[in-house]
């Protein structure tokens, strides 16, 4: 069955590491998303790619880089300089038509 | 970035009551959409309208497209247990090439009791 994998479902960081989440689809999508969700703060978004190898800011880029070397995976890394990297992670797929969008199942970041 | 303005923030009822909500934009979408979230889950789309007026169900569910293109509402009848969770609704257009950017709402937490 085609989906979208996000891993790891939990991951603990030390403050001034930077750490990479994992998002993977077997859609055959073009355009991938990043969002982040704190409560009360519904969905926003950080980084997305429409095609391999090109990607745009979000609206809270700042402190996150991601890549598009693949067009199954888009990879997320949550640098040091991000205040407050403490999150629900989440990533989605989309046609890059009006389908709407197919998002994984979530990677909660905890720093420590 | 421009979020949908999503009504009410929460709601708390007993089983069996029927629930509605609703969103509202100052700008126009091709397309509503409407998402149901779990604890510690992705969102899961329920229902996609694609025309102005497009009223669709889906079993207990039901959502309609806005005339003017600028807001949605979703019905939720003889709510259940199950139905717990954060519904989002999200509005999207093309934003450029091929690209059809999604604005969310900022969700509406609902909480059924038994």
């Known amino acids: 069955d085609g989906g979208i994998t996000q891993s790891p479902k939990y991951l603990f960081r030390k403050e001034g590491q930077n750490v990479t989440l994992s998002c993977e689809q077997n859609l055959n999508h073009d355009a991938m998303y990043w969002y982040r969700q704190d409560p009360g703060q519904g969905l926003r978004l950080i980084y997305y790619?429409?095609?391999?190898?090109?990607?745009q800011k979000g609206d809270i880029a700042e402190g996150y880089s991601v890549s598009r070397e693949k067009k199954e995976s888009f990879p997320l890394t949550v640098t040091s300089a991000q205040k407050n990297p403490t999150a629900f992670y989440l990533c989605?797929?989309?046609?890059?038509?009006?389908?709407?969008?197919?998002f994984g199942s979530g990677t909660r970041l905890t720093v420590v | 970035g421009q979020q949908l303005n999503q009504s009410p923030q929460s709601m708390f009822i007993q089983e069996g009551e029927d629930v509605s909500m609703n969103c509202t934009s100052s700008s126009i979408f091709n397309t509503w959409l409407w998402y149901k979230q779990e604890p510690g889950e992705g969102p899961v789309l329920l229902i996609a309208?694609?025309?102005?007026?497009e009223l669709t169900s889906n079993g207990r569910l039901t959502a309609q497209f806005g005339i003017t293109r600028k807001d949605s509402f979703l019905n939720i009848s003889a709510s259940i247990p199950s139905d717990v969770g954060i519904y989002f609704c999200?509005?999207?257009?093309?934003?450029?090439?091929?690209?059809?950017?999604?604005?969310f709402g900022k969700g509406t937490l609902l909480t059924v009791n038994p």
């Open positions: 309208l694609y025309k102005a007026g």
């Open positions: 989605a797929s989309s046609k890059g038509q009006a389908y709407g969008y197919t």
């Open positions: 999200a509005g999207q257009r093309k934003s450029g090439g091929s690209n059809y950017k999604l604005t």
């Open positions: 790619s429409q095609i391999v190898n090109d990607f």
